[in-house]
């Protein structure tokens, strides 16, 4: 171990994360001979094969795995402190895809303060790791296990039917959806992955069978109910929905809540607090 070379080290991880040498060394700018060779050194260093080469890609042996954990822990140890070491004044927020334009309302203003804070936002359908620094603020639709965040609750929000004026008009101009009707209707929904998620499951409670279009992303999602794709179910009170009619259902959607969670470390910084606090209450506004 006393032989080991983080320049090593981040080639096995890159190698892990792409699954060949090719894409490894392009993530890392480096060619394919000088990503073999590092991993030549790493394993020399060791004394065992860590990584069997094919042409269809790459295979790591259980201890290459292992070092791929340490890896990642001084990656994501090396990525904070670069992050300390930048101005203070620097903030970093993970959001989940849909909320970023929520977020930006709430931080832009922060631009002109004294002294400015520069803001890194990030909309994903990733959790960010606060534990590990990735990001300096979340927001998350679970609550965290950590005992190293602060977390609080932001908000419980509903979810409604909605769809656009031509869809309305041209398949359900009662604004009411009920059972004996849902099967000859078109929904629209979030992509395989979140199939169990509540209001998911909510749409077909209610009889939903049809979704010619799912995605994982809101945006694409929002565009397909405008264009009139079919019923969506989407948050109450989100300004995102102007121009959409609501569809009544014969049960109330389910609610949702989010958190917003922080580094222990990082609370008493002032732009952080003030982040903060302007997180909470845009959210109480919506």
């Known amino acids: 171990m006393e032989n080991l070379s983080w320049d090593d080290l981040r080639v096995l991880l890159a190698v892990h994360r792409e699954g060949s040498l ?3 060394g392009r993530s890392l700018g480096l060619s ?6 590092r991993l030549d050194a790493l394993e020399a260093a060791l004394g065992e094969r860590l990584v069997h080469r094919a ?4 295979l790591l042996e259980p201890a290459a795995l292992r070092l791929v954990r340490l890896a990642e822990e001084l990656a994501h140890g090396l990525d904070a402190r670069q992050r300390d070491q930048r101005s203070a004044s620097t903030l970093r927020v993970s959001v989940p895809d849909g909320m970023a334009r929520t977020a930006a309302q709430a931080l832009l203003p922060f631009r002109h303060s ?3 804070v520069h803001i890194e936002l990030v909309g994903e359908n990733r959790m960010a ?3 590990k620094r990735e990001a300096d603020i979340g ?3 679970v ?5 190293v965040l602060v977390e609080k609750h932001l908000a419980t929000l509903r979810f409604a039917l909605y769809a656009a004026p031509d869809y309305v008009r041209r398949r359900l101009p009662t604004r009411r959806l009920v059972r004996e009707d849902a099967a000859t209707q078109d929904f629209i929904g979030l992509d395989a992955r979140w199939k169990g998620l509540p209001h998911e499951q909510w ?12 995605s994982s992303s809101m945006e694409a999602l929002d565009e397909a109910v405008r264009q009139g794709v079919g019923i969506a179910a989407m948050l109450e009170r989100d300004p995102r929905h102007e121009g959409l009619v609501r569809i009544e259902a014969e049960t109330v959607g389910p609610s949702q809540s989010f958190y917003l969670a922080y580094h222990r470390d990082l609370r008493k910084l002032p732009h952080v607090r003030a982040a903060v606090q302007a997180i909470e209450s845009t959210f109480k506004r919506t």
């Not at 394919?32 to 060779?37: D, E, V």
């Not at 042409?55 to 790459?58: A, D, E, I, M, P």
């Not at 749409?203 to 799912?214: T, Y």
């Open 22 to 24: 090719l894409a490894a």
């Open 32 to 37: 394919t001979s000088t990503t073999g060779r």
């Open 55 to 58: 042409q269809s890609g790459t």
């Open 114 to 116: 004294d002294p400015p």
């Open 129 to 131: 790791d606060l534990a």
């Open 139 to 141: 927001v998350r639709l």
């Open 143 to 147: 609550r965290s296990t950590s005992n």
């Open 203 to 214: 749409m077909r409670s209610l009889g939903a069978v049809r979704f010619p279009f799912r």
